[in-house]
Structure formats: C-alpha cells, structure tokens
C-alpha cells in the first residue's frame, strides 16, 4: 500500500512530518514524500518527491500528482491544499491533517478583507470534511468542524531526541523566531543580564538586525544560529540552562500547548513559559516550569534568573522521565488508523 505525504509550504524537515508521521506510516506503507525544496537532511523510509518553482506553480504540481498518481492514501498538511485535496477526493481517499487554527491564524495578521478570509477559510475547512477524513494534532480544533474527529497529538517521538546533557549556561529558544513568538521580549529580557541567548530558527534579517540591537551594549551575548535540522537543534537544546517559550497573547497561541515546551521538559531543561490557558492547563504545578504574564519583560527576566538556579535544573531532570512518559507521539494510534483507513475503501475511521 501507498500513502503519499504532501505539502508546498512546510520545509521537507518540519519536524511534525518528517520525524513524527512519515517514519510511524513507513513502519506499514510505502511512503512517498511530497515537498518543496531543499530536500530533507537525510532520506530513510520515503521516497522524495520534490516541489520546485514559486508557490503557485507548486500548488498546481500538487493537484496533478493528486489526479495522477495511483495512491491509498493522500495526507495534505497545508491548508492552502485543502481546496486540490477537495477536487481529487473523488479519486483518491484523501486526509486532511489540521495542525493550525486557519481562521485564528488569519485574525493575526495585517491582511485586507480579514474577516471574509477567515470565513472562507471556516467554509474551506467544512468542505474537507465532507470531502475527505480528517484528523486533529489538538482538540482544540474540533470547534472548526461539525463532527468529532481523531485527534493525533503534536507530542515529541521521545525515540528520536538526544539524551540529556551537562549544562551550558546558555538560556535557548527552539522555533521560528517572530515579534508575535516573543522574540524582542526575550532580547530584552536577557539584555539586562550576563546569560548567552541561542535563538535557534527562521528569522528575517529585519527581525535579526533589531535583536542584535537590542543586545549590542548589554552584558549579555547573542546567538541567531538559523534554522538547524531538527536533530541538530535538539542536541544543542540538550545542553542549554534554561529554555523559553515567549509566546505573545494572540488567539493562535492561547490555547495550544507548545510541542517545543514538552521537548524541553522531556530533556530536563527547566522552562520558561508565557502564561496562556493552553500551557498553563497542562504545565501549572510541574517541576522546573515557571510562568510569566505576556510581554512582561521584567517578568521575564527574573523568571529567567530564578529558573537558573540548580535546583530548579535538578527538578527538571528528576520530572523528565514522566514527561515522557505522560506526552508521547501517538504511534501505535496513528498506524491503526492509516491501516484501518488504507484497507477498506468503505471505512471512514471519524465517522
């Protein structure tokens, strides 16, 4: 049986897809993998596929893949391939992995029409599901659609990390870097200290150009290192002093819990984390987590200082083992559901 995997926006080595649900669908398929170049760090398990040229060129490939190739299994992660994913349902069963709020997502940004594209990309959602099977990465998205749907949490493949590593001071931050992640905030707050910030990510040189600003006549250094392969950015996490997650208050953040705060955690890095329903629900009372109000810099500051100390690291590492074991990729769901949905034409698993 074949499933292809398929997105035009995502980078080949998005960690959600390449280290979490290819190598899960490799164990009972052959996986074909669809995506943009450059190609993924290493190839194992897939077959790749690339998508080339500007976005809307992309978009078009993906369509004609879907109408030609002979699969069991399409899975779209992008939402702006839901509507390609729509049109070829008729020929190839089709999954639509929702691992975004869209219509949140719209209301941040500066766009015109704000409203009508949040509506159409409410309407867009309800036609996958009448159209294909989907399935959730966060129960908070079942407020999109109109039945109740799996849901395959975003949590680590703790077989894939690094194993835990002596401290090097270092405070670190894993993830795309933006204003709305709270990556000024963080600048700010290390500034007024002695620490070392390793920003590991995507940053605009706009963005990258303000930090160092920020951080010129401090103490304090920086570090912009660019986005890593995955397993390179988790073996420099592993020895960091403390790790952050700065989130700003906007509805696409409030009540999602982040996946990098449970890597975190899972390699006994004490964290430092904005205090949003979707994080606190989950993380309040946990040892080594310390919580701060969003854009608080001075908060975020001493938040950082306090989170420091070594004994808030060994309490993080002692609690490791049960974030672990608490917060797992779902593997042996996710397998039952693609063989469930791969082996009988008939059987929609969500409904």
Known sequence: MIVGVFSVVHHADDTRIREKLIPTLAADFTVEYHARTPGPDHIEGFTWYPFRGPRIIRNLSLLVRLLSRKLDVAVLVDPETFVAGILA???????????ENLPAQ???KNVPFKKVLRRVAASILKAAERAGTIVLAEPGYAELFNREHPVFENFPRWAAMPPMAPSDGSVIYVGDITEQRGAVHLAEAVAE?????VMVGRCSPELAIRIESVMRNSRATVELTGRL?????????ASAAVAISPLTDTPNYRHSLPTKVLEYLGLGIPVVATNLPGTTDVLNGRPGVTFFEAGDVPALRQAIISASRAEVREAAQRSSDLVRSEFEWPTDRVRSFYSALAGDPGLSPDR
């Open 89 to 99: 349902s008729r020929r190839t069963r089709v999954v639509f992995d929702i691992h």
């Open 106 to 108: 719209i209301a941040t």
């Open 193 to 197: 200290t002695d620490k070392h910030l």
């Open 229 to 237: 392969p995955w397993r390179e950015a988790m073996v420099r996490l």
